[in-house]
């Protein structure tokens, strides 16, 4: 059984450039959620992805957008970056919406300068 | 919406010492999980725990969820057991969305 993996490992960008972060859900997991976790905090429940669909949202603007794909993998799209935004971010995957654990993959540090 | 705190913030043992970390959550919960990041960032899945109490190994969890409050315990600790430990819960009007507490630092030291 494959874990969640993410890429790339680590990125840096340049404010107001654009940005895509990648995830593969486990294997037979269709439900992805996407968190950012600035330094020294938990993490932030940005979005959720549910067989293809935006299923709930945090509060972060709209310059923050997904997708998720037929295989259920899913990407986070970042526009305008600032410098905020630098942070982990942490992709996890579950079996069905609102049912049973969330596992994590081991995340994408973002620096913008 | 709901509101999650773990205690104490920071925590410094010595090898071979027990600990308890708590984990208050303010709503009813669907699901309570606690983690612990390691130095890279992984968020290590320790326990899926909405009630009732579960053990591995050193460690236990206890949630009373009719008390809105989960407990982890951390016996006879290794140096490894360092890191930051996270609870996280998903209310039940807000399913599908983990709400992390601030995490509890543990160094335990040789």
């Known amino acids: 059984e494959t874990g969640v993996t993410q890429s790339p490992t680590h990125l840096i960008k340049t404010r107001g450039q654009q940005v895509t972060l990648r995830c593969s859900s486990q294997s037979g997991h269709n439900t992805v959620s996407w968190y950012q976790q600035a330094l020294g905090q938990g993490p932030q429940f940005i979005f959720q992805y549910y067989r293809e669909e935006e299923n709930g949202r945090g509060n972060f603007p709209p310059r923050f957008s997904g997708l998720q794909f037929p295989n259920y993998s899913s990407e986070l799209n970042v526009n305008a970056l600032e410098l905020d935004d630098s942070a982990l971010y942490l992709c996890a995957s579950s079996l069905e919406f609102s049912v049973g654990e969330q596992y994590f993959g081991p995340g994408t540090r973002l620096t913008v300068t | 919406g709901i509101q999650v705190e773990q205690s104490p913030p920071d925590l410094i043992l010595q090898e071979g010492a027990n600990s308890t970390l708590r984990c208050n959550f303010s709503?009813?919960?669907?699901?309570l999980q606690w983690f612990h990041q390691n130095p890279w960032g992984q968020l290590i899945n320790l326990f899926y725990?909405?009630?009732g109490t579960k053990q591995n190994g050193r460690l236990s969890a206890t949630t009373v969820a009719t008390e809105r409050y989960s407990l982890l315990y951390i016996s006879s600790s290794q140096t490894t057991d360092s890191g930051v430990y996270f609870c996280a819960v998903e209310a039940s009007s807000n399913t599908g969305k983990l709400i992390f507490g601030q995490g509890t630092t543990l160094q335990v030291k040789p």
């Open positions: 725990i909405p009630s």
């Open positions: 709503d009813s919960v669907n699901n």
